[in-house]
């Protein structure tokens, strides 16, 4: 059974910066972000092929979000940058098994494994 916990959610303005982390399991294949605004579905945010690294983005993030792993302390971050107030969400952390590609991170069926969820609100 793998278990995830995130913390780090938190409110801040337009522009400014939050990071998020998440305690994993080496058992994962895929570890990733995702968020879901009331009264939106969940989208994916960010995912890592932890075997070698590989990150993906989903578009609305590319180049403001960052997500790492420190393999070490099993640990899931996310750095978000020049938050927008329509990143303002419950973000999770999610894990899941095998994938036979690394770019099958980027698909919410790669993960089967979710966290409890952690508040990122932006407003002014």
């Known amino acids: 059974q793998v278990q995830l916990a995130e913390s780090g959610g938190g409110s801040v303005q337009p522009g400014g910066s939050l990071g998020l982390s998440c305690a994993t399991s080496?058992?994962?294949?895929?570890v990733g972000w995702f968020r879901q605004a009331p009264g939106k579905e969940r989208e994916w945010v960010a995912g890592l092929y932890k075997r070698s690294s590989t990150t993906y983005y989903a578009d609305s993030v590319k180049g403001r979000f960052t997500i790492s792993q420190d393999n070490a302390k099993n640990t899931l971050y996310l750095q978000m940058n020049s938050l927008k107030p329509e990143d303002a969400a419950m973000y999770y952390c999610?894990?899941?098994?095998?994938?036979?590609?690394?770019?099958?991170?980027?698909?919410?069926?790669?993960?089967?494994?979710w966290g409890q969820g952690t508040q990122v609100t932006v407003s002014s």
């Open positions: 080496d058992y994962s294949y895929c």
């Open positions: 999610a894990a899941g098994p095998w994938v036979q590609y690394p770019s099958w991170c980027q698909s919410g069926s790669a993960y089967r494994y």
